[in-house]
């Protein structure tokens, strides 16, 4: 086997284990967010990706949408948008 191959092929494998591992990692997260956002209930608190905090009164299944109620003031926002959920009661 030629020097120079020999070289290529151990720079390229801690690459490509690199990129694997960065997948299946990125994989997990996505998996572990969605699971968070359709565990979203009536009654739990949660925190916006833009900050906002409220509190869950209504969630809508046909549009993936949840309407909160943050200081007395109502907002409907997308599954998307949850960044964090503390379970109410």
Request: charged content about 20%; cysteine-free.
């Given at each position: 086997?030629?020097?120079n191959m020999l070289m290529n092929?151990?720079?390229v494998i801690p690459i490509v284990l690199m990129f694997v591992f960065m997948t299946i990692s990125q994989k997990k997260k996505s998996k572990k967010e969605q699971e968070l956002r359709n565990s979203v209930k009536v009654g739990d608190e949660i925190i916006t990706i833009g900050g906002i905090v409220g509190t869950v009164i209504s969630v809508s299944?046909?549009?993936e949408s949840f309407v909160i109620e943050s200081q007395n003031v109502k907002f409907k926002i997308k599954k998307w948008s949850i960044a964090s959920v503390r379970k109410g009661e």
């Open positions: 086997m030629d020097q092929i151990l720079v299944v046909a549009d």
